[in-house]
């Protein structure tokens, strides 16, 4: 298995299936919109927003309609500083896991080769090569008592509430969102206020 390239930016995507590819080929956070329910979505609303003003994000939509305008949603809600755009080409055709071309009739995000999202991604936003100091561990959230305890859920809740994060994230998703906003020295800090 090649090594995942590494970006600062969160990459906001439409779908799980879009998610799932992205994730086997960049080292980042990866959210997904779930298409317009984002529209009313004040909690995924406020995670994006604040992975903008904390790392930046690129947007990397569907290259139809349906894309287009949440792609145009999410760039009036974000700083315009804060927001990239990541495009792929408009190729005709529908992915083998669907029985029916899109109402576009193009490709996803998810149907695309690996190239094209590659070169899409690292166009919007300079790969990072430098490493960002240590991470934060399921081990930590051990340590910590934010997994594996009496009281680790509701440590968990008091935490997200504090940082504005939706209350239904698993713990892997909170580990991953944790690393992308913050250092281990600003985590344990945050911990200690708890």
Known sequence: MSEK???REAIIVEGKY?????SSIFDTLIIETTGFSVYGDKEKLNLIRKC??????IVFTDSDRAGFLI????NGS???EKIKHAYIPQIKGKEPRKENYSKDGFLGVEGVEKEL???AVTDAAPVVSEKSGRKITKK???DDGLSGKENSAEKRNILKNKLDLPMNLSSSALLQILNKLMTYEEYKKLISTL
């Open 5 to 7: 390239i590494k970006i």
């Open 18 to 22: 879009d998610k799932i590819k992205l």
């Open 52 to 57: 903008a003003e904390e790392t930046g994000i």
């Open 71 to 74: 792609r145009n949603f999410l």
């Open 78 to 80: 974000v700083k315009k």
């Open 117 to 119: 999202i590659i070169k």
């Open 140 to 142: 930590d959230f051990y």
